[in-house]
Each structure stands twice: as C-alpha cells, then as structure tokens.
T-cell receptor
Framework: DADVTQTPRNRITKTGKRIMLECSQTKGHDRMYWYRQDPGLGLRLIYYSFDVKDINKGEISDGYSVSRQAQAKFSLSLESAIPNQTALYFC??????????????FGDGTRLSIL | AQSVTQLGSHVSVSEGALVLLRCNYSSSVPPYLFWYVQYPNQGLQLLLKYTTGATLVKGINGFEAEFKKSETSFHLTKPSAHMSDAAEYFCAVSEGYGNKLVFGAGTILRVKS
C-alpha cells in the first residue's frame, strides 16, 4: 500500500462546484503539504501544516482552504471551483525535526479538471 | 526569497550518452537542495539531496549532483542514459524551517534509441 494516498485520482467537475481532495498517510509524519503542478511552472505550495493545530498559507492559497482532521489526514477544498484551478494536485509529507531537511514524500496526485 | 531556475524545459539525449540537467538557485541562507523525478502518472520520487558535507552527492539510478556554492548551482548528471530515465526532473531548494520546498519549472528528459 502507498505511504501517501490521495483520493480521488481524477475528477472532472463544473465551475462553481465545491470540491474536496483528500490525503492520508501511514508514515507517521507531522508535516503535510498541498501543491499544485502546472505545465512549465513546476510545483507551487498551496498550504502546509506542521501538526493538527498548525496550518499555514503557502504561495498560492487564494481560492483554497484546508483541514487537518488528524495527524494522518489533510484535505484540500475548493469552495467554488473555477477553470484556472484545473491542475494536478499533490499531497506530500515530511518527518523529523523541523529544519532537519528530511525529504518530502509525495502521493500519486489528483488530476482535477474544471469545466 | 528562494528561487530555482532549471535551464532547458526539454533535454534530449541518445541512449548511452551523458545526461546533464542544470539547476541554479538563489537563497539568503545556506540552502538544502533536492532533485526529484516524476514518471508519467506518478508522484515525485526523491533522486538525491544535499544538506551539508560532501558537495558531490550520489543518488539512486546512477544519478549524482554537485553543489557549487560559488556558482549557486546543483546540476544533475548521469554518465550513461538509459531509456528508463525518460521522465520529468525537478530541482528544489529548502531553507530548512518547515522543510518547505521551492521548485524549479522542471526539465523533461527524452532518451532516444
């Protein structure tokens, strides 16, 4: 089984709909991250969480919200989806002391299309 | 603020040839540097990382990278390309706190037979 699981893997929806992307991990890591990937732009950080009570905005948080339901679960919501949120979304985790530069571990991504 | 520049959005090499993927970074503090690879329909997989110590870092699948502070570079190399190396490669930098990563735009590597 994958250490970082994202659901759904693919989603097509319409403008204005509310969407939730879910991420769960079995690595026991405290830190979790949401990124979006767009061609030619690499990955950009949307939100990150150091623990259940600590959530922070990333580079491109407008139009998104997150919830850290438990150490192992971190969900990303689009309250009212718009076409330019069409992208590939990745969840990642990292462990060890903050600043220890342990690598991030990625899920397989959710491909989201908004019509 | 940190940033990463990957020179060349697409690189094409012949099987058996040298692979060189370029990465330059900017950081206000000593950086931590990473190379990730992404195969189609998959997430990112860590190839190698530089934190401190030896500036030549060896990773998986025969890849290595050299940290050159004077050139603010962390180029990825592999002596002999294999067809299975075809993928997209990302360079990333972290300043440490929170392990947040800033990614480059990525380089798609094509390997010709």
């Amino acid at each position: 089984d994958a250490d970082v699981t994202q659901t759904p893997r693919n989603r097509i929806t319409k403008t204005g709909k509310r969407i939730m992307l879910e991420c769960s991990q079995t690595k026991g890591h405290d830190r979790m991250y949401w990124y979006r990937q767009d061609p030619g732009l690499g990955l950009r950080l949307i939100y990150y969480s150091f623990d259940v009570k600590d959530i922070n905005k990333g580079e491109i948080s407008d139009g998104y919200s997150v919830s850290r339901q438990a150490q192992a679960k971190f969900s990303l919501s689009l309250e009212s989806a718009i076409p330019n949120q069409t992208a590939l979304y990745f969840c990642a985790t990292s462990g060890g002391p903050s600043g220890s530069n342990q690598p991030q571990h990625f899920g397989d991504g959710t491909r989201l299309s908004i019509l | 603020a940190q940033s990463v520049t990957q020179l060349g959005s697409h690189v094409s090499v012949s099987e058996g040839a040298l692979v060189l993927l370029r990465c330059n970074y900017s950081s206000s503090v000593p950086p931590y540097l990473f190379w990730y690879v992404q195969y189609p329909n998959q997430g990112l997989q860590l190839l190698l990382k530089y934190t401190t110590g030896a500036t030549l870092v060896k990773g998986i699948n025969g890849f290595e990278a050299e940290f050159k502070k004077s050139e603010t570079s962390f180029h990825l190399t592999k002596p002999s390309a294999h067809m299975s190396d075809a993928a997209e490669y990302f360079c990333a930098v972290s300043e440490g706190y929170g392990n947040k990563l800033v990614f480059g735009a990525g380089t798609i590597l094509r390997v010709k037979s």
